[in-house]
């Protein structure tokens, strides 16, 4: 966890994994995209901790790791076919055997206070999906509550950038777009 120059005042607040969520959305194309699936991935499995300092905000950082094992198709599709796609996620896509963690660390938050205990903004981190870092901006909305911190957002992330090919399926007359949307709710509560 970056802590290098967090003052006193910054507040410590560990992530419930529990009471977050976090999806990403992927989008058919090709020939036969009208027919393809456009899978929403559930990433129920990761942790982190967040350093918010409400004085100097853009001293603020945040840590999370998720396990990359745990993410699954939540689409109403039949089993088989939630069964194939996990498989191709896990091996071919993500490689989770050789990349069980993905790593989203920033050490700066440049925001404005849009009210008591509000803030809108953008994380200024780096991303390591797939043994590849990268700088990843991440625009959120953080509201204090008491001990409670909430964070919501949503960004864009190209397979591409990180050595990924998008999946395809029947002879790659459907394949994934390499866009992915990831969206975030991520609870946190106060510690110490």
Known sequence: MPTAGIPQTAVRYLIDGGKSTFTVRAFATGLLSAFGHNPTIAIPDFEGEILFNPETVEQSSLRIVIHAASLNDTDDIREKDREE?????????????????????????????????????????????????????VPVRVSISGDMLRATGEFSVRQSDYEIRPVSAAAGTVKLKDELKLSFDISAHKQG
């Open 85 to 137: 796609i996990n498989r191709a996620m896990q091996q071919e896509v993500l490689e989770s055997d050789s990349y069980p963690d993905i790593i989203y660390e920033a050490s700066r938050l440049t925001a404005s206070r849009i009210g008591e205990g509000e803030y809108w903004g953008t994380l200024d981190g780096e991303l390591n999906l797939h043994g590849v870092s990268r700088k990843q901006a």
